[in-house]
């Protein structure tokens, strides 16, 4: 989506799976999912770190699959998790000006006190 090599030094600080314009398209994917009907699932890094984990929920995710040492930490913050404040506080970060909704994010969790460290 970025057409940036992520592990690449030089261009990696382009590549930010959180920002609006990703999550929009995830949004989408996931609304098409609705009305079809499919199951929208999500595997890989992405899924494995509780922020992001966080985002595919609130835009409609209903599975996550991820390596098994992500596994704690991302089913620590699902129990913690309301997605009643979750789906409205994402639906408008997609619609932001903004490079990143890391931060809102982030936030958003420490407020709702759900745990978002990232495994080691």
Same mark, same amino acid.
């Given at each position: ?36 009907? =499919?199951?929208? $699932?999500?595997?890989?890094?992405? &899924?494995?770190?509780?922020? +992001?984990?966080?985002?595919? @929920?609130?835009?409609? /995710? ?34 932001? =000006?903004?490079? $990143?909704?890391?931060?809102?994010? &982030?936030?958003?969790?420490? +407020?709702?006190?759900?745990? @978002?460290?990232?495994? /080691?």
């Amino acid at each position: 989506m970025f057409a940036a090599d992520r592990t690449n030094p030089f261009v990696a600080r382009r590549y930010d799976s959180l920002s609006p314009a990703v999550l929009r398209v995830i949004k989408h994917i996931a609304r098409a999912g609705t009305v079809n009907p =499919a199951r929208i $699932s999500f595997c890989g890094e992405m &899924a494995g770190r509780p922020l +992001e984990a966080m985002a595919l @929920i609130g835009l409609g /995710a209903v599975s996550l699959s991820m390596q098994a040492a992500n596994v704690g930490p991302v089913k620590q913050m699902i129990r913690m998790l309301d997605t009643r404040a979750l789906f409205p506080f994402v639906e408008n970060l997609c619609e932001t =000006a903004t490079a $990143s909704a890391r931060a809102p994010l &982030a936030q958003f969790a420490a +407020e709702q006190g759900v745990p @978002i460290e990232r495994p /080691a």
